[in-house]
């Protein structure tokens, strides 16, 4: 089954489960218009639904990472302090037996019985050195047995902490997994020529949006064309690209075409799956770009750019709350990871709604 129409019985699922329309007629077997306008606005409302989903998957993902990683360095910690403790304590152990054993006799009975004071008098002064500095060896030892907890304390609070996440992801993944489920569920239920009328209303409305926006990027083609040859030949208008821009971003779209058909994973970043900022980093990734992991993050990297700015290469955003991310490739398309019924796939870059742009190279 095409994606596009699984895509569609993803929205039908959410328009019968919210008891809106009865989607066809028993006498005709087709939709009316109001109906299918219906059907896809609902689908419009549950692929947000799904990339929000998405979206806290990758934020909770990236957190467990760092948890994980803060945990491996607190346990490394904390092994390091047991080892000083235990060397320490080793320490501090042979001095309170030397002392045991010297503490038969006190100091004026020692001296009544030496027959040499004036050493003996110098042997006082190197064992107040000595109870000295086993009094800051002890120290030193208390110091870091309070370490030591603290690092314990620390590691078993990331130990919680990744629990809790995992549980979220756990959470977010069950809610795709539902919503997947029960398009498949309506999905089978519908023939294929209800599935078809559906499919054929969203396809006519992404051409006639590719369509727009391909003559806009014409447009501000031809404007910039006559705009270069109306400028005085001796001084045209300086262009500033940093190193590799243009070719870093083209080499980014290459890429991230060369994934189209594969699955939506969430949380995915290659080589097999990936989900939406998962694509758009490695895609700029093999450019040399480095981009941040969600698509919060990668919201504001780089230089902001409105819709009619628009070139091949540079990241566009959807949704308010920013949800999900495509790198636009130029006639009015984008090439995105979708969602899990989609997949990587080409769209109209106003087929979700826009709410900006940024240019990365």
Same mark, same amino acid.
Do not use: W
């Given at each position: /089954? ?15 489960? &919210? ?11 087709h939709a ?5 306008? *219906? ?30 990683? *803060? ?9 390091? !302090? ?8 080793? !320490? ?6 030397? !002392?045991y054993r010297?503490?038969? /006799? ?20 190197? /064992? ?6 086993? *009094? ?46 029960? @398009? ?19 396809? &006519? ?16 083609? @031809? ?6 040859? $109306?400028?005085? $030949? ?14 870093? &971003? /083209? ?7 060369? !994934? ?12 097999? $799956? ?7 980093m490695v ?79």
């Amino acid at each position: /089954m095409s994606g596009a129409l699984r895509r569609v019985g993803l929205s039908l699922v959410a328009f019968a489960l &919210a008891g809106g329309y009865v989607l066809y007629g028993a006498a005709e077997g087709h939709a009316d218009p109001t109906t299918v306008d *219906a059907a896809r606005a609902q689908l419009d409302q549950l692929e947000q639904q799904q990339s929000e989903i998405a979206a806290r998957y990758t934020d909770v993902q990236v957190k467990l990472q760092d948890s994980q990683k *803060a945990l491996d360095e607190a346990r490394s910690d904390a092994d390091s !302090q047991r080892s000083k403790v235990s060397t320490l304590k080793s !320490q501090v152990s042979q001095i309170a037996l030397q !002392q045991y054993r010297s503490s038969g /006799m006190d100091t004026t009975s020692q001296l009544l019985v030496t027959d040499d004071v004036q050493s003996f008098l110098n042997g006082l002064s190197t /064992m107040k050195k000595a109870s000295d500095n086993t *009094a800051s060896l002890l120290q030193d030892y208390q110091s870091a047995q309070a370490d030591l907890a603290d690092l314990q304390k620390a590691t078993e609070a990331q130990t919680q902490q990744i629990s809790s996440e995992q549980a979220s992801l756990a959470d977010l993944k069950k809610q795709s997994d539902d919503k997947v489920a029960a @398009a498949q569920a309506l999905l089978d239920k519908l023939t294929a020529a209800q599935r078809q009328q559906v499919a054929d209303a969203q396809a &006519a409305a992404n051409q006639k949006a590719a369509a727009a926006a391909a003559a806009a990027d014409t447009s501000r083609s @031809a404007t910039r064309a006559a705009a270069a040859a $109306a400028a005085p $030949a001796a001084a045209p208008a300086p262009v500033v690209v940093g190193p590799g821009g243009s070719s870093r &971003a /083209m080499t980014a779209v290459n890429f991230a075409l060369s !994934q189209v058909g594969k699955a939506y994973v969430m949380g995915g970043t290659g080589p097999n $799956a990936y989900d939406c900022s998962g694509l758009t980093m490695v895609s700029y990734a093999h450019a040399g770009v480095g981009l941040p992991r969600t698509s919060q993050a990668q919201y504001g990297v780089g230089q902001a750019v409105g819709l009619s700015q628009l070139a091949p290469g540079d990241l566009v955003f959807y949704y308010s709350g920013i949800s999900h991310v495509g790198i636009y490739i130029g006639n009015g398309m984008i090439v995105h990871a979708a969602n899990p019924s989609s997949g990587v796939t080409t769209a109209p870059v106003t087929s979700m709604p826009f709410m900006g742009g940024r240019r990365v190279a």
